[in-house]
T-cell receptor, first 113, second 113 residues
Framework: KAGVTQTPRYLIKTRGQQVTLSCSPI?????VSWYQQTPGQGLQFLFE???????NKGNFPGRFSGRQFSNSRSEMNVSTLELGDSALYLC????????????FGPGTRLTVL | AQKITQTQPGMFVQEKEAVTLDCTYD???????LFWYKQPSSGEMIFLIY??????QNATEGRYSLNFQKARKSANLVISASQLGDSAMYFC??????????FGQGTTLQVKP
């Protein structure tokens, strides 16, 4: 089985721009979670989607949003980028309930200049 | 609220020796799970091992085992016969709601030849 894939792997943007990151879960997995990883704050949960519905949300401003499609692929969007949004963005998929083991993708490294 | 504490920012181990990475947790949930992930310098989070709070035995997966002491709220990862490829960052995590993992700050392990 193919693992979780994320595109793009690297991204450079400037302040004020917006960005969309994509995540394709493991085949058959229906839950997708997103995390932000920075040296200062560590790994922080952004949100989780299941069957196209957001079921859980972390403590991030409204500039961070996401969605999930009927094939379980997910996207996250960050609008009006700030320097502090520079981070590794990881997505993870799990089989069913969202409490199952999460399997992570390789991440998208976003740099905001 | 759930919290994971990893008190060892960095560890060194000689190749072929065993090493223990510490993790303590704080949760009020009667049922919970604990996870360990490995993050090489490439960035991808690799699932290693899972322990459920009601599991009677400590979890093992190949060279990885979990020393689970429920009364002490600790879930230490033991890596036996360390290999150079084990050099990475290791994270302990627990689940909080659907699809949300709470991570510790991580421990950097370096295996010396």
């Amino acid at each position: 089985k193919a693992g979780v894939t994320q595109t793009p792997r690297y991204l450079i943007k400037t302040r004020g721009q917006q960005v969309t990151l994509s995540c394709s879960p493991i085949s058959g997995h229906r839950s997708v979670s997103w995390y932000q990883q920075t040296p200062g704050q560590g790994l922080q949960f952004l949100f989780e989607y299941f069957s196209e519905t957001q079921r859980n949300k972390g403590n991030f401003p409204g500039r961070f949003s996401g969605r999930q499609f009927s094939n379980s692929r997910s996207e996250m969007n960050v609008s009006t980028l700030e320097l502090g949004d520079s981070a590794l963005y990881l997505c993870a998929s799990s089989a069913w309930t969202g409490t199952d083991t999460q399997y992570f993708g390789p991440g998208t490294r976003l740099t905001v200049l | 609220a759930q919290k994971i504490t990893q008190t060892q920012p960095g560890m060194f181990v000689q190749e072929k020796e065993a090493v223990t990475l510490d993790c303590t947790y704080d949760t009020s949930d009667p049922s919970y799970g604990l996870f360990w992930y490995k993050q090489p310098s490439s960035g991808e989070m690799i699932f290693l091992i899972y322990q459920g709070s009601y599991d009677q035995q400590n979890a093992t997966e190949g060279r990885y085992s979990l020393n689970f002491q429920k009364a002490r709220k600790s879930a230490n990862l033991v890596i036996s016969a360390s290999q150079l490829g084990d050099s990475a960052m290791y994270f302990c995590a627990t689940q909080r709601g659907t699809g949300k993992l709470i991570f510790g700050q991580g421990t950097t392990l370096q295996v010396k030849p």
